[in-house]
């Protein structure tokens, strides 16, 4: 008994189990890429209309232990002293930082 073999299933396959593959690589070159960014400016409009600071200690509306390190859109590697948001495209954040749109992450 011979079975047809559905090419386009097979190459379908091939291609889901090759994204798998390649999905958390690109993520990787993009936290990366956030990292080398450079940091928001001040002055910059979105981080005027966030109130974003570089130190959460300076900031009047921050809650206590809140900062950009365990924010839910903070991108980056834990333990680096700055890296990307999801606000703040193509720019970093200090880690220590602080916007009025910090979330708590979740663990």
Do not use: H
């Amino acid at each position: 008994m011979n079975e047809v073999v559905d090419e386009s299933r097979r190459r379908l396959l091939k291609n889901v189990t090759l994204g798998m593959v390649l999905i958390p690589i690109a993520g990787n070159l993009t936290a990366a890429r956030a990292a080398d960014a450079p940091l928001v400016a001040a002055d910059d409009p979105t981080a005027k209309a966030l109130k974003y600071v570089a130190d959460a200690s300076k900031a009047a509306d921050a809650k206590p232990g809140s900062k950009c390190a365990n924010c839910s859109l903070y991108q980056g590697a834990a333990g680096s002293a700055q890296g990307g948001c999801l606000l703040f495209p193509g720019k970093s954040v200090k880690s220590a930082g602080w916007c009025s749109s910090w979330t708590a992450k979740t663990s």
